[in-house]
């Protein structure tokens, strides 16, 4: 399952449609069988299948069905589906939902995380003394 979520962070760091598509039809070519139709045989209704055979394992069939969802979201909106969360201490990926203001953040916990240290680090420089002209080192050893 992580080698399938790694090959499908590629999707979520395309910045432009066009990359998005490109890495989504390099994972169908490599990674999904053809588009079929299957009921399992157990009554439940018909649905579209990408994995290779109704007893594939969950890893494939995790990375075929995340193609098929990823594939209809740029197909339906024209543009990468999501990102991946700018925080350097996160860094999950996150789906872009409707429109609005593009998201940098994969949660509010880690856009108000990241507001606050900056505001930290901005308090910080304003309360730090400025060094006085002529007490620097001045490099002559």
Do not use: K
């Not at 499908?8 to 760091?13: D, E, P, T």
């Not at 490109?22 to 588009?35: D, V």
């Not at 108000?112 to 730090?128: D, L, P, Q």
């Amino acid at each position: 399952m992580r080698s399938a979520a790694a090959l499908l962070r590629h999707v979520f760091a395309a910045e432009h449609t066009d990359d998005a598509a490109a890495a989504l039809n390099g994972l169908l070519r490599e990674h999904t069988g053809p588009l079929r139709l299957t009921a399992h045989g157990d009554g439940t209704p018909w649905h579209p299948h990408l994995d290779r055979d109704d007893d594939a394992p969950w890893a494939e069939w995790f990375l075929a069905s995340s193609c098929m969802a990823l594939t209809v979201l740029v197909w339906d909106r024209q543009r990468p589906p999501g990102g991946i969360c700018a925080s350097a201490s996160c860094r999950n990926v996150f789906l872009t939902r409707g429109s609005g203001p593009e998201r940098r953040y994969c949660s509010r916990r880690c856009a108000t995380r990241e507001r606050v240290a900056a505001h930290r680090r901005s308090r910080a420089a304003e309360a730090a003394p400025d060094p006085a002209p002529g007490s620097g080192r001045s490099g002559r050893g």
